[in-house]
């Protein structure tokens, strides 16, 4: 007699706007909560994932909490992608020992001890990996029985159209269970033109009657001559004298060729950070029209559906809240790829897996 399907179901701790929960669902896991601080993460996490939104901060969540949001009798994951800033490359320098966020780390770990859950995730920047905090959490795990595998991935090899490396750690108490690896060749990546390239053209400063993600930052009228003059993968040496900026004058200018720069059309994108939306901060204007890259633009390079709702309909995308919470997202096809890990590794463990379909919630209030 066969084995009985079994249903994974997964909570997800510091969830933002939804991605590490959409590529899960997408891996045909049951979501039963995400749990996040930050308010502005509520409407879109329910509109789009279908699943509660507890506004908390993690280090209140008790054990008991916790396991209350996991449905009886299913196959547990707990995902704690806890904020990166602190490990960021973008911050090289930077004296951290202090972080407010170091403690989230631990804040895993105490609700993993807690709970027990079979699946354990959790997805960060590679320079976590190097970092006393990573290792005693991994050594941790491995002392409550779990076996754990992590690694770098580049994100393009998972489909997601920038070039973005991200840690991914791995655990589970039912057996052997291993990162995903990319399978897309080089020659496969989704490139910019093929994630945007179909996107309705708007101007400077514009944002476009459909789709209120759809907006680019007003350009100064300094950086929006110094985009005329900008080629698809160029920099500043492009510029006559008196556009360039004094940085650019010095010897140590050679460093900022990857700010107030086009992306290029036939390759993936630069890192989406929280500040992409602004053509000063990286290479983040169109590879064609003489803007900065729109808040949509941003999400759909991070895997993001085009069709994913981050504010209510009425409201204003406002570009600081919703750059922060796009930049700082798991790309949900990286977390599509975690998934079918889980779902493959669980099937293999207890002879079949009940995958659940996506729904989604209209939001009230």
């Known amino acids: ?46 509109r789009n994932v279908g ?19 996991w449905p009886a009798g299913a196959v547990r994951v707990l995902a704690g992608c806890a904020p990166c800033q602190p490990f960021s490359s973008y911050r090289r320098g930077v004296d951290t020992s202090k972080e407010a966020q170091w403690p989230l780390v631990d804040e895993v770990r105490r ?15 590679p320079r976590i990996g190097g970092t006393r905090i990573f290792r005693d959490f991994v050594e941790q795990l491995r002392e409550y029985g779990y076996q754990v595998d992590f690694g770098s991935c580049y994100c393009p090899a998972y489909g997601v159209p920038q070039h973005r490396r991200r840690l991914v750690l791995v655990a589970s108490l039912l057996g052997d269970i291993a ?14 033109r093929q994630a945007i390239g179909s996107l309705p053209p708007i101007g400077n400063g514009e944002t476009h009657s459909g789709d209120p993600l759809h907006k680019s930052r007003t350009l100064t009228p300094l950086n929006l001559e110094r985009i005329k003059r900008s080629s698809p993968g160029g920099s500043w040496e492009e510029w006559p004298e008196e556009l360039r900026a004094p940085c650019h004058r010095k010897a140590s200018g050679a460093t900022f060729r990857n700010v107030y720069a086009r992306m290029m059309w036939d390759e993936p994108s630069p890192t989406i950070t929280t500040l992409a939306y602004s053509f000063g901060a990286g290479r983040f204007g169109h590879p ?8 949509r633009e941003a999400a759909i390079l ?34 599509r790829a975690v998934g079918a890990t889980v779902v493959e590794h669980v099937a293999a463990v207890k002879g079949g897996v009940r995958k659940v379909a996506r729904t989604t919630a209209l ?3």
Do not use: W
């Open 1 to 46: 007699m066969p084995a009985r399907a079994v249903r994974i179901s997964a909570v997800d701790l510091f969830c933002g706007v939804g991605g590490l929960s959409h590529g899960l669902q997408d891996a045909g896991i049951h979501v039963a909560a995400g749990v996040d601080l930050d308010r502005t993460c509520d409407y879109p996490y329910r």
């Open 51 to 69: 699943a509660p939104f507890h506004r908390r901060d993690v280090r209140d969540l008790t054990v008991e909490e916790l396991s209350a949001m």
């Open 111 to 125: 609700l993993v001890q807690g709970t027990m859950p079979e699946i354990v995730t959790m997805e960060n920047v």
């Open 179 to 192: 990162v995903p690896k990319g399978s897309i060749t080089p020659a496969e990546y989704t490139t910019v």
């Open 288 to 295: 064609e029209q003489d803007r900065a890259m729109t808040l």
């Open 302 to 335: 991070q895997s993001f559906p085009e069709d994913y709702e981050f504010v209510r309909p009425g409201e204003p995308a406002q570009f600081a809240p919703l750059g922060r919470l796009i930049g700082n997202a798991v790309p949900p096809l990286l977390a």
């Open 363 to 365: 939001v009230e209030g």
